[in-house]
Structure formats: structure tokens, C-alpha cells
């Protein structure tokens, strides 16, 4: 579905990412994680049309989409979220999810993105009362918010920029279980940006491990997380987080 | 059925105001308040969406020098050059605003930016003295015989009334058009986060250029409809930073986010302007756009919602309270 | 002919060069504040316009000597900057750029409205005829000269104080970062009322200048105001270099343009490059922005 070939970034001089490559097969949840500026969310960057790459290629069901415009990614099927919520505040929830899905599928009547905005909402768990305000909704639900409205532009592709920082242990499982329960009854794939590994490793089908701007692993959760690069270069850092990690997956 | 029926009666007095009542200075004044207050609204279109323009003059100065040169020198009806003219300041609005948008430039940038605009078309009326009159302003022709539909020129105040009336509650139509619309949604997500915006799906250049390009017209109109029912212009009276600066501050007093807050604006501003000049003359010139200025900075820093917008908010503001209140519960 | 074309366009390039240095000072009071405040004055230009009748009032009414009267202007406009900022900016910091950008403009409406009740509409000047000078065959005004060094000086000295002197630092630093500066014990309100001060003594400078050479009357800033708002613009807000720069190119155009034609024909070329210039380079404008 997603072939990322010998993707670069630089940055002046600075190589942010470094001649990436990975596949991502229909219905599958790939998790990319990797150290603060190991070059994850310049990769979820470039998909997701924020910046042009330096070299490389992404091809999305086939077709070239690296230096596409945001929002034409966005129509061709790839839904994005950001890492700290960015809603709409002087819309209503409801509106807020409207609007993604209307404007996401390329337009069609404000009714049917009625429709699935509603549905998004339900996926999410969010009431759709039509007054309720932005203003209401602690981390949690701005978080599902942010799910909701990328969910709506109806993707074929999800890129969840989840980063479960702020939340506690019980809504971060939550979180897990949405995108978990999204991909069940969807069928949507779902790329999972995260800096900690914890609860994603418990969701996911393939972990990708970035450090300074390369690929240092992939595969499967319980294969990865014995990598001894990835426990050297990233849960070596915290044993406590890598034997954590390790009785999750357990 | 009922929601509509105040608007129908509002509506009704309106159109039937002249048939009653014609005295022609209370009328000229309303007519001067209705084309104002379809300039105002037509600026307040784009810019309760944060897109503050100060090229407004610019696009009226158009509207009005186009359909007067081409109807002297050209002899074209004002039925043909009023298009030429709304298309003249489209074109102008999309050279402008494009590279505007497509590189991001907003909030005062883009006021800036669009601030050189309004003061380019008052120089290029005053660089084409030799046709345009320059500083000391420009007449049509008048039609032989008076009143002509043909020349778009009438001399009794009461089809005028009835011109701007209907053009005014156009401009108040298409407010709730844009309120109603999606696009009003992918502008409002836009103000705030351009970048969330895109990732919803939105073609953000797009959206914006749109509302401006419609915002630029509206306002092209209200100028060569100025044009026709005074017969004279001048660069300064339809051009230039100050009229742009005077659609700004009338929409700010009477209300950026309501929709009849332009009109308010034009009534509260030009009713202050001629009881000024009633009371005391000609010595009183000047003290007007004193009283404006003064006005303008007050009500940004004191009730930036504008007199419309604080009443309505005021009203508001019980229920939203007791609406609030269960959800608070619930959280 | 061919040579008589080519003394005429040289003597415009050199006015141009004149003008520039006129417009880059005028550019720079404007640039300073919003490098610092983040503010636009939109009513820069009506600064300036009472500070030409402070001149006129101080010289043709009040025969001060003009040095007396033009430093007694320049004091009185950098007051009026630190009134302005404490009046209108200083309850506006807060909200959004835009609404301080705004009330800038009723100050503009304010101003322009005083200054036609108290001056009323004539045009006045200060009568002086001061000489042309013949430079092989170029006429340049000795007004312009002066202008121009004088604009020269007040530039140099403003970059001396930014460079050399404590506050100035702080100026500078505050310009690059706001938040950080607030945070290390900078007074940022005395540093905003220098600025206020320092950018309308600018503006009070320009003022001397300009009414050297240009008549005075309530509009008359309106003539000037957009050309200063383009170069800053262009140059990038807040980019002192960046506005000098620009203030030389749009001085060449319009006198240079004014040659062949109207000087509004040279106003006009300036803003058509002006417009060009964003299509095909905006990092000129989005140059602090990045």
C-alpha cells in the first residue's frame, strides 16, 4: 500500500533522515519509533506532505505522492493526526469533524460528511451533540478529537502522530485499544508514530526503529525489542522501560 | 415560517418607505448609508475570518474610475463596464492575494501588504490626471433626458433607494450565504491553524483566495454604484488607505461577526458625521474622523466584538452560563 | 542627444541615491519598533507630518534657529512615540497583532483630523530657498544633500546605540527573542519605551528632512506612508539591513521612472516591482518569519 524508497531529508548540512526504506501492506499497523530527533516525524512529515523530501521516493497505492500538497495527500487517502492536538476552537466538536469530512474526501454534500463525522465520532467515543465546544474536552478527548477528524477524511492510510506522553497508564491502554478496534472494524492501515515503546508494542504487527536518521531494526515487536542495537541505542538508556516492554509483549 | 416573519416585515417597510415618506435629504442619507453599509459588509466578509485587508479602497477606487472612464470615453453602458470593473478588481485581487497566500503571509503582514495596494490605486488616478482628473475628481457624463436605466442614471432618490436597498440586502444574503457554507468552515479552521486546516483536507490557498476574490467584487460594486448615484468621485472619497482604514473602523463599531454589523457601522458613523456637520458647519471639518479615530481605538481595546457583536453576546451570555453548567457537572 | 538622455538619467540615478537615504531613514524608525515590539505604526507617516509642522510652527512662527527648532521636533515626536505606545499599544500587547495594527489606524484618522482642526488645510512651508548645486552638468538640491547625510548620521548613530551601548544590546536581543529576555530580567516595558522613544525621534528626524523640501498640510502622509510600509515589507519586517537595501532599489525606480514620466508613475513602477518581487522572491518578506 505505502513504499517508502531511499528517503533523505537534509537540513542545510544537517541529514535528518538518512536513505529510509520501508513497506507498509494493507491493513497492517506498522509501529516507527525511535529517540527524540531520530528522524520519525520528519519521515511522518514527508508522507503526510508537511515537507518535500531531498531524495527519494514515496509511492502510495502506487502513484508518487513526496512533495504532494497536505491537503491533496489528504484527498488521496491518507489521514493524518498531529502529536499535540491542534483543533478548531471556534467550531463545535461536531463541526470540527464536519469539517474533515467534507473537505477530506473532496468534497461532496455537507450531509453525507454529516454522516461520517458522526461515525468517526462514534469510533472515537465522542458524543455528537452539535453545541458541544472544544473548550470541554480535557487531553483525552482532545486526543480522540484529533482521531476523529483524521478518521472522517475517510483514509486509507492512517498516520497516528499518537505520542501517549500526557496520558496515565489507564487512557494510554484506551488509546492503544482505539487505534486497535479502528483497524478491526475499518480495515484501515495505520502507521503509529511513538517515542516510547510501552503500549505500542502490544498493538502493533511491525515495529520500525529509527535512530539518527537510519533504520536500525524491523519486525516483529517480540524480535525487535531484543535487537541488541535497539536496547543499546534506545532502551539502553532505561532498563526499566525495556524490561517492561519485554513482559508486555509477553 | 416564523423565524422569517420579522425579516419579511423589516423587508416590507423598507421597500415601502419611499411611496411614504420622500423627503430627499433624509433620503439621500439613507442611500449613502445602504451603498456604505454594502462596501462594509462587503469587506467584513473576508475579514471576520481574520483576513484584514487594507486594499478595500483600491478595489472601490476601481469599481468607481472603471465604470465612469469607460462609460466618457468608451460610451459603454454601466451594464457592460460594471462587469469589465468587478472583473478588473478581481484580477487585481488575485495578483495581490495569491502570492499572499500561497507564501503564507498573514494577520498585519497581510495587511500591510494589501495597505500598499489601497495607496498605489489613489497614485495611479492621480498619475492619469490627464483622464481621470486626478486629485480634483471626475463627473459622468450625464445621460440626455435624465434618468436612463441605460446609462444607470437616475434623478429622483427614491430608485436609487430602491437600487441600493436591493443591493444592500444582496450583500446581506450572501453574508448568510458564506455563514451557511461549508467554505465558512474551512476559513474558520483556517484562521486559527493553516496547517491543521490542510491535514482536514482544505486547499487553503484556495479557500482564501475565494473569499477574496468575492470580498474584492462586492466591494468594486459598491464603488461604481457610489460613482452612479453621486456623478462624482474622487480619489479620495472612493480610494486610498483612509477609505480603507473607514471600512475597517465602521466594521469594528458596529461588529465584525454579526451579520448586520456593517450596517450598523455605516449608520453610526455617517449619521455622526452629518449631525457633526449640521451642528457646526464647515468649522467642524475634520472633527468627524477625530471623533473615528478616537472611537476606533477605544472599541478595539474596550469592546473589540464591535456594539452589534457586545449587545449580542450580552444577551447571550445568561444562557450560555446556564448551558454551561451541566457539562461542568459531567466533567 | 544621446548625451544630454544620459546626464538626465544620471542625475536622477543620483537622486535616487539622495532619496534613498531619505527613505531608508524613514523606513528604519518603523522597522526598529516592529524588530522590538512587534508592532505596526500605520500611523508612522502622521508622525512624521507633525513633526514637519513642529518644524513650522518652531522656525516660521516662532523663529527658533532651525538647528533649535529641529532637535525640539525630533524630541517632541520621540514623546509622542512613547504617549502612543503607552496609550494604544500597551493595553493591547496581548491580543493579537492585528487589533494593534488597527488602533495604529484610528491613531492615523486621530491625528490626521488634529492636525487639519488645529493647522487647517493649507499647504505650508517653511520658505526656505535653499541652493541647487551644479555638479558637471547635474543639478542636485543642496535640501536632498542634506537630507541625505543627515540621514546618513541618524542612521550610523542608531546603529552605534544598537551595537555599543547596554540598552541597545538589550534592544537586540529582545528583538531576537521575547520570551527569553523577559525571563533573564530585562525590563521589557522600559526596553518597549526606549524603542517607542528611539522609533519616533526616527520619525521626528525624517521630519526635519523632509520639510526641507516638501510642503506640509494634514494629508501629506499619506503621499509618503505607503512607500515606507513597501520597503519595510519588502525588505522583511524588522530586517534593518533588509529595509535599507530596499529603500535604495524603490528610490532609484521612482526617480528614475519619474524621469520619463509623472513622479506618481514612479510610485506606481515601485509597487508593481513590489508585487513582482513577492511572486518571485518572498523570502524577502517572510525573511523574519521563518
Not at chain 2, 65 to 90: D, E, K
Request: hydrophobic share 55%.
Amino acid at each position: 500500500m505505502l513504499a517508502v524508497t531511499d528517503l533523505s531529508k537534509q537540513f542545510g548540512g544537517f541529514t535528518a533522515v538518512d536513505r529510509v526504506s520501508f513497506t507498509v501492506g494493507k491493513g497492517e499497523i506498522l509501529g516507527l519509533i525511535g529517540p527524540n530527533g531520530s528522524g520519525k516525524s520528519t519521515i511522518f512529515n514527508m508522507i503526510s506532505g508537511t515537507l518535500t523530501p531531498s531524495g527519494g521516493a514515496i509511492a502510495f497505492e502506487g502513484r508518487e505522492i513526496g512533495g504532494l500538497a497536505p491537503h491533496r495527500v489528504t484527498n488521496r487517502g491518507i489521514g493524518r493526526t498531529f502529536q499535540i492536538p491542534r483543533p478548531f476552537r471556534r467550531l463545535s466538536i461536531l463541526d470540527n469533524v464536519i469539517l474533515a469530512g467534507f473537505y477530506g474526501q473532496g468534497r461532496h454534500s455537507k450531509k453525507a460528511a454529516q454522516a461520517a463525522a458522526e461515525q468517526a465520532l462514534d469510533l472515537v467515543g465522542l458524543p455528537h451533540d452539535p453545541h458541544a465546544k472544544v473548550d470541554g474536552l480535557g487531553a483525552a478527548g482532545l486526543k480522540k478529537l484529533e482521531l476523529a477528524k483524521a478518521l472522517a477524511t475517510a483514509p486509507k492510510l492512517l498516520l497516528a502522530d499518537e505520542s501517549l506522553g500526557g496520558l496515565d497508564e489507564h487512557e494510554m491502554n484506551q488509546a492503544a485499544d482505539m487505534l486497535k478496534r479502528i483497524r478491526r472494524e475499518t480495515g484501515i492501515t495505520i502507521i503509529w508514530v511513538e517515542h516510547i515503546m510501552g503500549v505500542l508494542m502490544r498493538v502493533v504487527d511491525r515495529v520500525m526503529v529509527l535512530d539518527h536518521g537510519e533504520k536500525i531494526a524491523e519486525g516483529p515487536p517480540s524480535h525487535v525489542a531484543r535487537d541488541p542495537r535497539v536496547i543499546e541505542v534506545y532502551l539502553g538508556t532505561d532498563t526499566q522501560a525495556a524490561d517492561a516492554a519485554q513482559t508486555r509483549i509477553a | 415560517m416564523k423565524r422569517w416573519l420579522p425579516w419579511t416585515i423589516a423587508g416590507a417597510l423598507l421597500v415601502a418607505l419611499p411611496f411614504v415618506y420622500n423627503a430627499p435629504y433624509p433620503l439621500h442619507i439613507m442611500v449613502v448609508i445602504l451603498i456604505w453599509s454594502f462596501a462594509y459588509t462587503s469587506w467584513s466578509i473576508m475579514g471576520r475570518f481574520g483576513l484584514v485587508s487594507l486594499g478595500h479602497g483600491g478595489f472601490m477606487g476601481i469599481g468607481a474610475y472603471v465604470t465612469a472612464l469607460l462609460w466618457n470615453h468608451a460610451g459603454m453602458s454601466p451594464w457592460l463596464s460594471i462587469p469589465m470593473a468587478l472583473l478588473a478588481s478581481a484580477t487585481i485581487a488575485i495578483l495581490v492575494a495569491y502570492p499572499c497566500f500561497r507564501f503564507r503571509i498573514t494577520g498585519h503582514y497581510f495587511a500591510l501588504v494589501t495597505l500598499a495596494l489601497s495607496g498605489i490605486v489613489l497614485q495611479v488616478i492621480t498619475a492619469t490626471r490627464d483622464h481621470t482628473g486626478g486629485s480634483l475628481g471626475y463627473t459622468p457624463e450625464r445621460h440626455q433626458g435624465g434618468s436612463s436605466i441605460y446609462a444607470l442614471q437616475f434623478i429622483d432618490k427614491e430608485t436609487w433607494y430602491l437600487i441600493a436597498l436591493g443591493v444592500w440586502a444582496a450583500g446581506i444574503v450572501i453574508w448568510y450565504r458564506v455563514e451557511r457554507s461549508m467554505m465558512r468552515y474551512a476559513l474558520e479552521a483556517i484562521s486559527e491553524d493553516e496547517d491543521a486546516a490542510a491535514a482536514a483536507g482544505v486547499h487553503v490557498t484556495w479557500e482564501k483566495l475565494k473569499v477574496t476574490v468575492l470580498s474584492a467584487m462586492m466591494t468594486a460594486l459598491a464603488g461604481a454604484l457610489y460613482c452612479q448615484y453621486q456623478m462624482f468621485i474622487s480619489p479620495d472619497t472612493v480610494s486610498g488607505i483612509s477609505i480603507s482604514l473607514q471600512m475597517v473602523f465602521a466594521v469594528v463599531v458596529g461588529g465584525i461577526y454579526v451579520s448586520l454589523g456593517p450596517t450598523i457601522g455605516a449608520i453610526i458613523t455617517i449619521l455622526l458625521a452629518e449631525v457633526l456637520r449640521i451642528s457646526f458647519g464647515t468649522a467642524a471639518v475634520g472633527y468627524d474622523n477625530l471623533v473615528y479615530g478616537v472611537l476606533l481605538v477605544l472599541f478595539i481595546i474596550f469592546l473589540p466584538k464591535g456594539i452589534l457583536g457586545g449587545l449580542m453576546e450580552a444577551r447571550a451570555r445568561p444562557q450560555a452560563a446556564t448551558a454551561a453548567q451541566p457539562k461542568a457537572s459531567r466533567a | 542627444m544621446d548625451s544630454i538622455f544620459d546626464i538626465y538619467l544620471l542625475e536622477a540615478l543620483l537622486n535616487g541615491i539622495l532619496l534613498g537615504g531619505v527613505l531608508a531613514l524613514l523606513g528604519l524608525g518603523l522597522n526598529l519598533v516592529f524588530g522590538v515590539i512587534d508592532v505596526v505604526w500605520i500611523c508612522y507617516a502622521e508622525l512624521i507630518m507633525l513633526g514637519m509642522y513642529g518644524m513650522y510652527y518652531l522656525h516660521s512662527v516662532y523663529h527658533l534657529p532651525l538647528v533649535v527648532a529641529g532637535a525640539l521636533s525630533i524630541a517632541i515626536v520621540g514623546a509622542l512615540g512613547v504617549v502612543l505606545h503607552l496609550v494604544v499599544i500597551q493595553p493591547l500587547l496581548g491580543t493579537a497583532p492585528i487589533n494593534q495594527l488597527l488602533a495604529t489606524g484610528g491613531v492615523l484618522f486621530f491625528l490626521q483630523s488634529a492636525a487639519t482642526v488645529l493647522f487647517g488645510i493649507e499647504f505650508k512651508n517653511l520658505g526656505l530657498r535653499l541652493p541647487v548645486i551644479e555638479l558637471s552638468g547635474m543639478f542636485v538640491s543642496y535640501a536632498r544633500l542634506l537630507a541625505f547625510g543627515a540621514a546618513l548620521i541618524g542612521m550610523v548613530l542608531v546603529y552605534l546605540f544598537l551595537a555599543k551601548t547596554y540598552t541597545g544590546i538589550a534592544i537586540r536581543a529582545i528583538a531576537q527573542d521575547r520570551q527569553i529576555m523577559g525571563l533573564m530580567g530585562v525590563d521589557t516595558r522600559r526596553i518597549y519605551l526606549i524603542t517607542s522613544a528611539v522609533g519616533g525621534a526616527l520619525a521626528g528626524l525624517a521630519a526635519c528632512l523632509l520639510v526641507l523640501q516638501y510642503d506640509v498640510h494634514p494629508f501629506v502622509g499619506l503621499s509618503f506612508g505607503p512607500i515606507i510600509f513597501m520597503i519595510c515589507v519588502l525588505g522583511g519586517l524588522g530586517n534593518i539591513v533588509g529595509g535599507f537595501v530596499a529603500a535604495f532599489i524603490f528610490a532609484e525606480i521612482i526617480t528614475v521612472g519619474g524621469l520619463y514620466l509623472d513622479l506618481e508613475w514612479g510610485y506606481v513602477f515601485a509597487f508593481v516591482f513590489f508585487v513582482v518581487m513577492m511572486f518571485i522572491r518572498p523570502e524577502g518578506l517572510l525573511a523574519r518569519r521563518a
